[in-house]
């Protein structure tokens, strides 16, 4: 056997023809506990045998899926890696520039105490307060920022930071987010 799949499966055939030479037990013997041992060895390693299988599967799945919807990413200028987006939370932008870092780059950041910046880590403008970001972000979303979008879509859909809960408005500004694949 070349793999380990092949090895799994030449020890479920070697236990099955084992199996099938031991005689009938129809009573509580000493030979039907060893018969019923040997079972469960059989049956664990058919149940190991269809999962790998069965993962196998998937892996192809996802691959096929990712061929036909490539991930979204953006780069994290800090990791210098490509980020793969799965949701709003995966980046964290900044008002100043609209620009943003990982997820893991801000919890480093949260590790070593600092709460809030005084200057952004990338354009290196001084970090606006809560009421200045949210005019900035609402000029980014209406500039085209995918992730400013989906922010005042939340806003609106929450009826947080100022906004009035209005699903419409929520439901657009989700739906042009969308349109940037965010």
Known sequence: PSTPLEKLKEEIDAKRRFISTLPPCENRSEEGFFKAKHLKILAQKEEEYELILESQRVALVVREHEELHPPITEDCPIYLEDIRIKDVDSMVHFACCGNGYCKDCHNVVRCQGIDRMPSCPLCRAECPTE????????????????????????????????????????????????????
Request: aromatic residues 10%.
């Open 131 to 182: 009421e200045e970001s949210k005019i900035m972000i609402e000029q980014l979303a209406a500039d085209g920022r995918s992730w400013a979008q989906a922010q005042v879509g939340e806003w609106y859909l929450n009826g947080s930071d100022g906004c009035p809960v209005d699903k419409r408005k929520a439901l657009k500004w989700f739906e042009l987010a969308v349109e940037k694949r965010n």
